[in-house]
């Protein structure tokens, strides 16, 4: 089992503390590549509050349009926001050119 080290934005920290987010989004890059079932995320938000979390399921997508069709957005971060607003954030963050050249994976979790 390995411990992986993942920085998040507070309002994304804070739906995976409440329980609400168990699907975290990232690219599917060379440090992704590297997680897997069983393995542990330490989360750490700006403030520098930390979490852990359980790998539970690798979700290997081309896309993050694609990801968001098959899972509700409570799983995906929390009923305050749209699939469309969330999907916005992602295409802003990741560019589609990105996206296509390391697919994307949604990492299943639990506290």
């Known amino acids: 089992m390995t411990i992986h080290y993942m920085n998040l934005q507070p309002r994304y920290f804070n739906y995976i503390k409440?329980?609400?987010?168990?699907?975290?989004?990232?690219?599917?890059?060379?440090?992704?590549?590297?997680?897997?079932?069983?393995d542990t995320i330490v989360f750490t938000s700006p403030e520098g509050e930390s979490i852990s979390v359980k790998i539970t399921g690798l979700l290997r997508?081309?896309?993050?349009?694609?990801?968001?069709?098959d899972?509700?957005?409570?799983?995906l971060s929390d009923v305050s926001m749209s699939k469309t607003?969330?999907?916005?954030?992602?295409?802003?963050?990741?560019?589609?050119?990105?996206?296509?050249?390391?697919?994307?994976l949604g990492i299943r979790i639990e506290l």
Do not use: C, M, W
């Not at 329980?19 to 599917?28: F, H, M, Q, V, Y």
């Not at 997508?61 to 069709?69: H, I």
């Open 85 to 104: 607003e969330l999907l916005n954030v992602f295409n802003e963050f990741y560019p589609a050119e990105k996206q296509r050249h390391y697919g994307v």
């Open 71 to 75: 899972f509700p957005i409570e799983l």
């Open 61 to 69: 997508y081309q896309d993050f349009a694609s990801l968001f069709q």
């Open 18 to 38: 409440s329980g609400t987010k168990r699907i975290e989004l990232r690219l599917n890059d060379e440090k992704r590549r590297q997680l897997q079932l069983g």
